[in-house]
Nanobody
Framework: QVQLVESGGGLVQPGGSLRLSCVAS????????LGWYRQAPGKQRELVAA???????NYGDSVKGRFTISRDNAKNTVDLQMNNLKPEDTAVYYC??????????WGQGTQVTVSS
């Protein structure tokens, strides 16, 4: 059984930084894609960033150049460093594990609020 546990959300002023962390438990985590998604009130959930087992990355257009995703395959963790945060980054952020035909798993979500 897969479990994803996020941490690191909170309230930050515009221009500030936050770092989100996710610990994944289960079999063969290191061979699958890990990522972060977010969902703002009234909007669809969207991709923030994702990383493959080999370290390739993919970012949503709105966060390119500001956010950095990284993973540690030995610890089964994936982090999201968020810099130069904007009010429009306010959302619940979800950790995601894509095991292809075995399905997708989600964490419980962590709130990020960017406000002065």
């Amino acid at each position: 059984q897969v479990q994803l546990v996020e941490s690191g959300g909170g309230l930050v002023q515009p221009g500030g930084s936050l770092r989100l962390s996710c610990v994944a438990s289960g079999r063969d985590i290191k061979i699958y894609v890990l990522g972060w998604y977010r969902q703002a009130p009234g909007k669809q959930r969207e991709l923030v960033a994702a990383t493959t087992s080999g370290g390739s990355t993919n970012y949503g257009d709105s966060v390119k150049g500001r956010f950095t995703i990284s993973r540690d395959n030995a610890k089964n963790t994936v982090d999201l460093q968020m810099n130069n945060l904007k009010p429009e980054d306010t959302a619940v952020y979800y950790c995601n594990l894509d095991r292809r035909v075995l399905g997708t798993s989600w964490g419980q979500g962590t709130q990020v609020t960017v406000s002065s």
